[in-house]
């Protein structure tokens, strides 16, 4: 997993309550991702980062929010998480470059279940 | 916004069997990559292709970059039960930058 580490990797909450989820790298790239995977949708970009503190929105990020306060952490916290934010959700890590910054190295996803 | 159609969206192999999948998109992109994902795991990259005409291959597969640079290719051949997946396309670069957009996947099973 390229030196990625995401936790929890399986977790339940209700439906009202916070959640964080931890992207955790040891690879000293300098971008980040967080993804989340459903059937019929592939993959959409939630949220990305450049660097430390340079966050942007990705094409659905309505009801999260994230923190990059170290370079090999990324946080995605759902503030108050509702059922159809049960998903996949999957870090990406890549280095900028012409020739790398597309290539995007994924850890191994966490199960969020929202009940 | 663009649009991202993956094709087929699943398909069953049989050993020894060529198998090929597709992406076309409204949008011109300067790169296109290939993904795999296996049960339990988060996507690998298989195949960056980066010049619109280009043929690249990875052992058993194969990956054309579109000439009008909105669609690419993947080939299988002669397929093996590891091959069992799901592909994703991911088109990037032009006006979508470093964000890539992901196609909806081609879930590759064997047949029973």
């Known amino acids: 997993d390229a030196g990625i580490t995401q936790s929890p990797r399986h977790k339940v909450t209700e439906t009202g309550t916070p959640v964080t989820l931890r992207c955790h790298q040891t690879?000293?790239?300098?971008?980040m991702y967080w993804y989340r995977q459903d059937p019929g949708h592939g993959l959409r970009l939630i949220h990305y980062?450049?660097?430390?503190?340079?966050?942007d929105k990705g094409e659905v990020s309505d009801g999260y929010s994230v923190s990059r306060s170290k370079t090999e952490d990324f946080l995605l916290t759902l503030e108050s998480a509702t059922s159809s934010q049960t998903s996949v959700y999957f870090c990406?890590?890549?280095?900028?470059?012409?020739?790398?910054?597309?290539?995007?190295?994924f850890g191994s996803g966490t199960q969020l279940s929202v009940l | 916004g663009q649009q991202l159609n993956q094709s087929p969206q699943s398909m069953f192999i049989q050993e020894g069997e060529d198998v090929s999948m597709n992406c076309t998109s409204s949008?011109?992109?300067?790169?296109w990559l290939w993904y795999k994902q296996d049960p339990g795991e988060g996507p690998v990259l298989l195949i960056a292709?980066?010049?619109?005409?280009e043929l690249t291959s990875n052992g058993r597969l194969t990956a054309q970059f579109g000439i009008t640079r909105k669609d690419s290719f993947l080939n299988i051949s002669a397929s093996i039960p590891s091959d069992v997946g799901i592909y994703f396309c991911?088109?990037?670069?032009?006006?979508?930058?470093?964000?890539?957009?992901f196609g909806g996947g081609t879930r590759v099973l064997v047949k029973p």
């Open positions: 990406a890590i890549s280095d900028p470059g012409p020739a790398t910054n597309e290539k995007l190295f």
């Open positions: 690879e000293n790239h300098r971008y």
């Open positions: 980062s450049y660097g430390v503190k340079d966050t």
């Open positions: 949008s011109i992109f300067n790169t």
């Open positions: 292709l980066y010049k619109a005409g």
């Open positions: 991911a088109p990037g670069g032009g006006a979508a930058g470093n964000k890539l957009t």
